[in-house]
T-cell receptor, first 112, second 116 residues
Framework: ETGVTQTPRHLVMGMTNKKSLKCEQH?????MYWYKQSAKKPLELMFV???????ENNSVPSRFSPECPNSSHLFLHLHTLQPEDSALYLC???????????FGPGTRLTVT | AQTVTQSQPEMSVQEAETVTLSCTYD???????LFWYKQPPSRQMILVIR??????QNATENRFSVNFQKAAKSFSLKISDSQLGDAAMYFC?????????????FGAGTRLTVKP
């Protein structure tokens, strides 16, 4: 394990539900990321936080709302998702913006 | 925008043999970082190797080495003495060194099978 944990590991939610994904890193890193991994598509960077400040939002729909209360925790709040949002959501952290990312195990999300 | 291309969706190698995974990228930047990540089935993605564009020397990590050709925008990964545990999806990734660009681009991945 790399020191980045994610909960829950699996989530099934209806289109009208509200849920949150949690990521925690125990590595003392300053930057945290959310990625979306869909079948047969490259990883897509969704959000970047550097020292708790959001520095990147790659045109992600507003039904995804990130929160970074401190440099160790990152949340992804989900509401009114669509079936095409079903994917593996990966959290990563890095000691700096230009360093390699250390990934968590991911949350497998299924939207029904 | 930078793009990363992995032209080999699947590769296979005999145990103990050597295999090379291809990666090309498109960028107008001169300073950047390149990475290879490994994602075993149902397991976490882990960093395999990293290369800084300003370094001419190819990075190596034990049985893993890269062939970085900056002019050709090519960044291939060579796995020597392949082991069964090397079976995984391998992703090539690009990150700009620009202060204003936090994006990290990944290729579509290459699935490596290791035959005993």
């Amino acid at each position: 394990e790399t020191g980045v944990t994610q909960t829950p590991r699996h989530l099934v939610m209806g289109m009208t539900n509200k849920k949150s994904l949690k990521c925690e890193q125990h590595l003392g890193h300053n930057a945290m990321y959310w990625y979306k991994q869909s079948a047969k598509k490259p990883l897509e960077l969704m959000f970047v936080y550097n020292f708790k400040e959001q520095t990147e939002n790659n045109s992600v729909p507003s039904r995804f709302s990130p929160e970074c209360p401190n440099s160790s925790h990152l949340f992804l709040h989900l509401h009114t998702l669509q079936p095409e949002d079903s994917a593996l959501y990966l959290c990563a952290s890095s000691p700096g913006r230009f360093a390699a990312g250390y990934f968590g195990p991911g949350t497998r999300l299924t939207v029904t | 925008a930078q793009t990363v291309t992995q032209s080999q969706p699947e590769m296979s190698v005999q145990e103990a043999e050597t295999v090379t995974l291809s990666c090309t990228y498109d960028t107008s930047e001169s300073d950047y970082y390149l990475f290879w990540y490994k994602q075993p089935p149902s397991r976490q993605m882990i960093l395999v190797i990293r290369q800084e564009a300003y370094k001419q020397q190819n990075a190596t990590e034990n049985r893993f080495s890269v062939n970085f050709q900056k002019a050709a925008k090519s960044f291939s990964l060579k796995i020597s003495d392949s082991q069964l545990g090397d079976a995984a999806m391998y992703f090539c990734a690009y990150r700009s060194a620009s202060e204003n660009n936090n994006d990290m681009r990944f290729g579509a991945g290459t699935r490596l099978t290791v035959k005993p």
